[in-house]
């Protein structure tokens, strides 16, 4: 899909402030509220923007422990690894999961209220997920940067068929 001008900055201002009104957003592209509003309908029917969310302060409703968890998986059939992708799924303290390329199979960002509550979840839950042969945790200190917005720099976005 190619993206001009109007349609990058509308991007980088949804990124930003995704309760932002039409009529809010046209002004701030200096376009009239019609073409605003079907150019983002455009860019949703797309898939280019694919929902909208609030940000929460994870520590304010909770979660003191962030963690990243390194899965090492046993080499098995594809059934065992959709249900252990299935399982990840499933469990809400889990906030991302990515395959992986070197040393382990599948990263996760885990989220906890405190180290009881992330050490029940590795030793009770994740570990017993199908297929998990090995577990390495690594604590977050501190949040330098995170949920930040996408770059917008080029005029085009590769279709995703």
């Known amino acids: 899909m190619q993206l001009d001008r109007t349609e990058r900055e509308i991007l980088r201002i949804l990124q930003q402030e995704g309760r932002i ?19 983002v309908k455009a860019l949703e029917n797309a898939g280019v923007i694919n929902a909208y969310s609030a940000r929460l302060d994870q520590r304010k409703i909770g979660l003191q422990v962030t963690a990243f968890v390194q899965i090492t998986l046993d080499k098995g059939d594809k059934s065992t ?22 040393s382990c199979d599948y990263l ?52 995703s068929d």
């Open 21 to 39: 009104s039409i009529v809010e957003l046209a002004s701030r592209i200096s376009l009239s509220e019609s073409p605003t509003f079907r150019r």
């Open 81 to 102: 690894l959709r249900t252990f992708l299935a399982q990840v799924e499933a469990e809400e303290y889990i906030v991302e999961c990515h395959g992986m390329s070197g």
């Open 108 to 159: 996760l960002k885990v989220v906890a209220t405190n180290m009881d509550h992330f050490s029940e979840l590795c030793m009770q839950r994740i570990l017993n997920f199908a297929g998990v042969k090995n577990i390495e945790s690594q604590f977050s200190l501190w949040a330098v940067k995170q949920d930040a917005p996408l770059p917008i720099a080029g005029k085009s976005i590769p279709d």
